[in-house]
Structure formats: C-alpha cells, structure tokens
C-alpha cells in the first residue's frame, strides 16, 4: 500500500510524522459528536447551542507501528464568519490582517470563535474536515459560502463531511445527496470531496473512505506516513470485522445445534390429541404441541433469547459503545422447531407399514432435518395423524434419538442468519456521538440486500444444517459458519457502500487467505 514515489520498497519508512486534521463548521452543526464517533470515546461537551466548544483541542486518532500520529482538532464553531469574510475581503492582506487582530472571548464570543477556527485551520491542519447540516439544502446554509471564502483564503485542502443526514441511505439515494452538494460547492477550488459521515449513523468502511482521501490531499513528505496509518486503521478494522463475525457465527451455532429434551406423552396421548384438534377444527400444528411440548419449546426460545442479549452485549463492546441489547423479539411459532421423536419399532411397524413409498421419497428431507413436526400431516382424517407419526419415525431412524427432542428447524436457522448481518450492520452504523446504544428499526433497503446476499450463499449454509448431527461441539459448526457469514457480510457492505471496495476487497483477501 505504500506510494513508492516517497519510499521504496528497500528503504526504511521515513521519520516518523504527525498528520493533523482540523473539524471545523458553522456553530452547532456537530462538530464534537462526530469527533466522538471518530475517536471512539467521550471527548468535550455536546449540548444543542451555539458556541459549546469555545477551545481547540487535540485528540489522537491513531498511531502506526512506526509512531506516525494522526489527530484531530476539535475546533470551536464558526461564528460571525458573514463579518469576518467581509472584513477578510476589504484587507489587501487578508491573513496578515487577521493575526493583528484581537477578540475579545466574552464582548464578541461569536467573532472571537471565528478566529480560534481559522487560526487552528491555518497553523496545525494538514487537511480540513468541514462539517456541513445536510438536513439543509446547500442555498438554505447561507452562511457555507461566507464559511468557504475564509477557508479559501486560508488555503489548505477541504473535505466537506455531510452531517446530520439522518438513518442510512440507499446508495442511489447517497450519491445524489452527494451530488447535490458537490454541485452547491464547485466554484470552490479549496474542496476536494464531498463525503457523507453522520455522526449517528457512519460506517467503518466510510471512515476507510474518508482516509483514502485525506492521504491523496497530504503533501509529499507526509504521503509515506499517511500510507502506514492507513494500514493502522486497516488492520484495527479488520480486528473488529473478525471478532464481530466470529461471536455471530458463535451464536447461531449454538443455536443449530441446541435441543431440549420433551417427556413422552405416549402414542395413545398423542392420538388423542390429534383426534381433539380433529374434532374441533384446530390447526394440526398447534394440536400436536402438549403442555411438556410447549415447555420444551419456550425454553429453547429462552435460551436463544438470552443468547442474543449477550452476544449482541459483546458486539456492542467491540465497537467501542455502552449500553446493552434489550427488547428482544423471538418469534416463537410452530415452524420454527423441529421434532425428533422415537416411535417404538413395533408400533412403527403397524402405524407406518402403509407408508413405505411416502417415507421413502422423503428420505432425503429427512436427513437435512428439515421438517417440522407435523410438516408431514395430511389435511384431515385419522391418515393425516398417522401419516404424521411415520414421519417422526423416519426421523428418529435418521438422528438415532432416544427420547423426544425439540430443536430449531433449518428455515430459522436461515433467519437467525439473516438477523446476525441485520445486527451488525446495527451496531457498526451507531455512531458514539450517539450516546449509550438503542435498538432501533434498521433501514429498509438492508434487509432485502442481506436476503439477497443470503440467497446465493444458501448452499453453503444448507450443507452446514445437515452437519448438525454429526458436529460434536459448537466450535466445529461455527467455524464455517464464520467463513460463510464473513463472505456474506462483505458482500453487503460491498453493495451498501460500492466506493469502499478498496477496504472491503482487503477485507476478503484476508479472510480467504
């Protein structure tokens, strides 16, 4: 990844630098919440008025292994940049004029938070992060092009960072915000990119972005070391990305391979059970689930549920936030457990004799333990109850059982996948300028982009269900479900963010390497 105009690959890296960037804005527009998200951690005051921030501060982003630095300024708002613009452009040296000058902090606390930017911006920054309200059209911000003027004057390069965009966005609907913007601000030759970065709702692979054009607007000495953080940040990303999928891939293992064991009822009191459904025209599915059944399942559910509280807890942690999962849903429908139940040979024998041909045809579902417990029951009559109990003998054949267990059926497992992507995009969008983590309704368009992603890695993830039987322990079967969910997630970013292809394409070559 290094530019070989400034190192070859023979060389020694050069001294080691510090890369400065400055965050700069209109007043409260969200400077310091978005430098919370950056940093990953507490820093300043965030309060919904103008001129919170009234210093500049140095924060450090991240080192590399060879000491280069990169910070951030973290820099008080622009305040009467209208008059300081007009005063700028009457002095005929504009930056002479402007380090004459003194404010004073209280009298003139609007003028005065002017000059602590611009005087930030003109002595530490390499680069300048501009902090824009994207809730806003460019022409209502009347106060950008006065803003964009000093900066020019200034004369370092701009980044313009679209705040406060609100939850994510389609990519389509992305780009034409940007586009929007970039237009606004062509006939300014300061700025170098327009970026959307929300503070509550950024991504890792954006930041990647962000970088990627920071070092392009370094100037040569710094180019180097700019490349070496770059990899820092890659390889700290890259650290999160594999934990994040591995305590997913965990969980859903665990779940694949949990059973709880039900207590016989006998034939008799499942035949009568049938026969009451039967009679009173009840759903053959709800019919077959007894007290004990029931039981069984709602403690399957429960241990899912807790499950998904505690690794979401650890997925929450590695991303640098606070706060805990809560108000979990788990659906808790029939269909999402299967049933394997013993049936003694000899009644077996008489209750399935008449099915051969059917059990026979059904091997191969049955060996995928994709059936649910009454997926096999004909609509009505006394066959349909029997034809039911063939089928749990079939199964019980298939998985060797020697007493009833409920587990989850393939087609939740399916899910559980689905929402582990779900999840993680969840909690790899929720800035820390954001506070303590919520869950919140994802975005629309995530979720027909996970299921479509899913859809081409249903082999792979099929073949893993039928390995339930025969994996010993959890860490077996979340193994490959580590290397499927990796696959899938970097898809999906890959179609949620297509400008960052550079970071997701190192992302997979690691993983597959």
């Known amino acids: 990844m290094h530019d070989a105009a400034t190192m070859s690959d023979n060389s020694m890296p050069d001294t080691a630098q510090t890369i400065a960037l400055s965050l700069v804005s209109h007043t409260n527009v969200g400077k310091t919440t978005l430098a919370r998200t950056l940093l990953g951690r507490d820093v300043g005051i965030v309060r919904d008025e103008a001129h919170v921030t009234d210093t500049t501060d140095e924060y450090l982003l991240m080192r590399s292994s060879d000491g280069d630095r990169l910070v951030l300024w973290d820099t008080p708002g622009f305040g009467d940049s209208a008059r300081l613009a007009r005063r700028l452009a009457r002095s005929g040296d504009p930056i002479g004029w402007f380090l004459a000058e003194v404010w004073d902090r209280f009298r003139d606390r609007a003028f005065w938070s002017s000059q602590q930017a611009v005087r930030n911006v003109r002595e530490r920054a390499d680069v300048v992060l501009y902090l824009v309200n994207a809730a806003e059209a460019p022409e209502e911000s009347s106060f950008v092009a006065s803003e964009m003027r000093v900066l020019e004057w200034i004369g370092k390069p701009v980044l313009v960072l679209l705040n406060q965009l609100g939850r994510p966005l389609p990519p389509a609907d992305e780009a034409a915000e940007i586009e929007r913007w970039r237009a606004a601000l062509a006939g300014t030759p300061q700025v170098r990119a327009v970026l959307p970065l929300d503070a509550f709702a950024r991504c890792w692979v954006q930041e990647g972005t962000l970088l990627r054009a920071v070092a392009k607007e370094l100037p040569m000495d710094k180019r180097a070391a700019g490349e070496r953080l770059i990899d820092a940040w890659q390889d700290a990303r890259r650290a999160t990305f594999d934990a994040s999928i591995a305590v997913l891939a965990e969980r859903v293992a665990r779940a694949a391979l949990d059973r709880e064991a039900v207590p016989e009822s006998g034939m008799l009191g499942r035949l009568r059970e049938v026969g009451q459904a039967l009679a009173s025209g009840a759903a053959t599915g709800d019919a077959l689930r007894s007290p004990a059944r029931q039981q069984a399942m709602r403690s399957l559910a429960e241990r899912l549920d807790t499950d998904i509280r505690a690794s979401t807890d650890r997925l929450i942690a590695l991303h640098g936030l606070d706060g805990h999962a809560s108000n979990e849903i788990l659906t808790r429908l029939a269909e999402h457990y299967a049933v394997n139940e013993p049936v003694s ?169």
């Open 345 to 513: 040979e000899s009644r077996a024998a008489v209750l399935g004799g008449a099915l051969t041909g059917a059990l026979a045809g059904l091997k191969a579902d049955l060996a995928t333990g994709g059936l649910s417990f009454g997926a096999g029951l004909l609509a009505g009559g006394i066959a349909g109850a029997l034809g039911g109990f063939g089928l749990a003998r079939g199964y019980n054949l298939v998985r060797g059982a020697q007493t009833p267990m409920v587990m989850w059926a393939d087609a939740v497992l399916d899910e559980l996948c689905a929402s582990a992507l779900l999840g993680y995009l969840a909690v790899a969008h929720y800035g820390r300028g954001r506070g303590d983590w919520t869950a919140s309704e994802h975005p629309a368009h995530w979720r027909g982009i996970v299921d479509d992603v899913l859809r081409q890695h249903r082999e792979p993830l099929a073949r893993l269900w039928r390995l339930r039987g025969e994996a010993e322990d959890t860490a077996a079967l979340s193994s490959g479900l580590q290397q499927t969910l990796s696959e899938a997630a970097i898809d999906v970013l890959a179609r949620l963010y297509p400008q960052a292809a550079w970071a997701l394409a190192q992302q997979g070559s690691t993983k597959n390497g």
